[in-house]
């Protein structure tokens, strides 16, 4: 498994709250760790597909998940903090 995330930038108007991310995972358990605002719920809102980028793709073993974010949405566990 491999989760490739390219430049992503992701703005609300004006704000930019995501700005050029890159990260590739492989299999395995990762957190998002960071300050109130700092944008770890609008990056994994991009991920799951629920909100798009501005800019940038999210590539599930080299498929572009806007292209088959239903598959890929069945293999994805998030927790939030709060429900």
């Keep these: ?3 490739e995330i390219n430049n992503i930038t992701k ?3 004006k704000n ?5 991310i890159s990260v590739v995972l492989e299999s395995g358990v990762y957190g998002l760790l960071g300050a109130n605002g700092s944008g770890k ?4 809102r ?3 597909g629920v909100i798009k980028a501005n800019e940038g793709t999210v590539i ?6 806007n292209e088959k974010s239903v598959p890929f949405r069945s293999i994805l566990g998030f ?3 709060d429900f």
Excluded: S
Excluded at 41 to 44: G, P, Q, V
Excluded at 60 to 65: A, K, L, M, P, V
């Design 1 to 3: 498994m491999t989760l």
């Design 11 to 13: 703005k609300f108007e």
């Design 16 to 20: 930019i709250v995501l700005n050029d």
């Design 41 to 44: 719920t609008t990056l994994m």
């Design 46 to 48: 991009v991920i799951c």
């Design 60 to 65: 599930y073993n080299g498929e572009d998940t």
């Design 79 to 81: 927790l939030p903090q």
